[in-house]
Each structure stands twice: as structure tokens, then as C-alpha cells.
């Protein structure tokens, strides 16, 4: 019996370390005040998306581990249905993962999403963010997000977002942090 209940223990043990996300290490991850790590990547209809063309807007550049599946569907709906709100107080949503454009391209037209989508396949920006990670042996985008000021630096970062109300508190950190300017 003891046997038993010490090799479900490990197997249990074991399933929870194959289930955890790697994160990389917090230094590596921009702090606010730094100068947000430029990119340029493709978008879901292939163009492609350049951080400094968005000077003078706040930038919503969130991070997601994959297209289609339910927590990273959830968030982008949110950022959709609230599209609206970030473009009147001037801010554009990017989201990143490193699927590829083709990938963000079904994930847009099923899920009727207008916003822009890169993609990081080369893990490039995701790792200039430190948001690289590992899911049962896939390299994925840690879900973390970053507010970038119209300046270009780092206004507000989130890690381990949770999806739910994460819209709404990227629409309160902009609103605060435009007061807290003037």
C-alpha cells in the first residue's frame, strides 16, 4: 500500500512539473522606465508591423502562449470587444506568439478578431521581452503583457495575466497613467 501511494505521489509530481510553464528569469523581462526593445514582425494579412511606427500611441503589446486555445481565445475577445475604448483614448493592441502568420490568420477570421496579431516564430521579440517559455516541451509566449507610453518606454508590465479582466486593467493603467501626466 505505501508503495502504491509513494509511486502515485511521484507520477502525480511529475505530470505537474511536465504541465509548468518555464518563465524566464524576471531581470530579463524590460522594467518600466527602460526604452521598450524595438521589433519588426509580420501581422496575420502579412504585412509588416514595425514597434516605432506606433510613436506618439500607447502600445498594448501583449504576449500569448497560442492561437485557439481557450485562455488565449478569451483574452483576445476581450481586447476586441473593447477595441473601441483603446482607440479612443489612443492605444493599439499587438498581440504576440510564436505561431506563425498563416496560424494568426485562421485564429483572426474564426474568432472575428481586427486587431493585429504577430508573429514570432523565431522567438526574437518574445525573448527581448522575456517572455519566452516551455509548455509540455513546446517553446510558447509567457502571457505577459507590457504598456508602452507614447515616448516608446515601458509604462506598465503584467506577468502571469490572468485573462479574465486583463482588458479592463490595461484600459485603468492607460487612464491613470494619462492623469498621473497632466
Known sequence: MRISL???????LAVAVALTTVHAADDSIPAVG????????PSQDGSEISLDSFRGKWVVLYFYPK???????????????DQAKFDAVG?????????????????????GLTFRLLADPEH???????????????????RNTFLIDPQGKIAKVWTKVQVQHHSEEVLAAIDELKKQAS
Open 6 to 12: 509513494l509511486l502515485i505521489l511521484v507520477a502525480v
Open 34 to 41: 527602460q526604452v521598450a526593445p524595438t521589433f519588426t514582425l
Open 67 to 81: 492561437d485557439m486555445t481557450s485562455g488565449c481565445t478569451i483574452e483576445a475577445h476581450n481586447f476586441q470587444r
Open 91 to 111: 492605444a493599439v493592441v499587438l498581440g504576440v506568439s510564436v505561431d506563425t502568420p498563416d496560424s494568426h490568420k485562421q485564429f483572426c477570421t474564426k474568432e
Open 124 to 142: 526574437k521579440v518574445v525573448d527581448a521581452y522575456g517572455s519566452l517559455g516551455s509548455f509540455m516541451g513546446m517553446t510558447i509566449a509567457n
